[in-house]
């Protein structure tokens, strides 16, 4: 069974600093491109920022030059380093992983639980 465990969120204040982390657990293959979503109250889910296996990162217009997104591939870990933190980056955070269970299986989209992330003064 594959799981996505999330931790790090909480309340900051603006100007502060955040670093989400999401651990992959479970019998795997292989880990493709690992992300970050957001999802705020009464908007669509969007994407932050995502990182391939070889460490190519993307990130959403919003976030560039104040987040940073990382994985430590021997861990099976994405992060993501949030930094000068706003009140429109108060949402759910999610992280997801393209996975491949077998060597034989087709890469799967996993979903972690949400970690709320609220900042406010």
């Known amino acids: 069974q594959v799981q996505l465990v999330e931790s790090g969120g909480g309340l900051v204040q603006p100007g502060g600093s955040l670093r989400l982390s999401c651990a992959v657990s479970?019998?795997?293959?292989?880990?493709?491109?690992m992300g970050w979503y957001r999802q705020a109250p009464g908007k669509e889910r969007e994407l932050v920022a995502d990182i391939t296996s070889g460490g190519s990162r993307n990130y959403a217009d919003s976030v560039k030059g104040r987040f940073t997104i990382s994985r430590d591939n021997a861990r099976n870990t994405v992060y993501l380093q949030m930094n000068s933190l706003k009140p429109e980056d108060t949402a759910v955070y999610y992280c997801n992983a393209r996975i491949r269970v077998t060597i034989a299986s087709m890469p799967y989209v996993y979903w972690g639980q949400g970690t709320q992330v609220t900042v406010s003064s």
């Open positions: 479970g019998s795997i293959f292989s880990i493709n491109v």
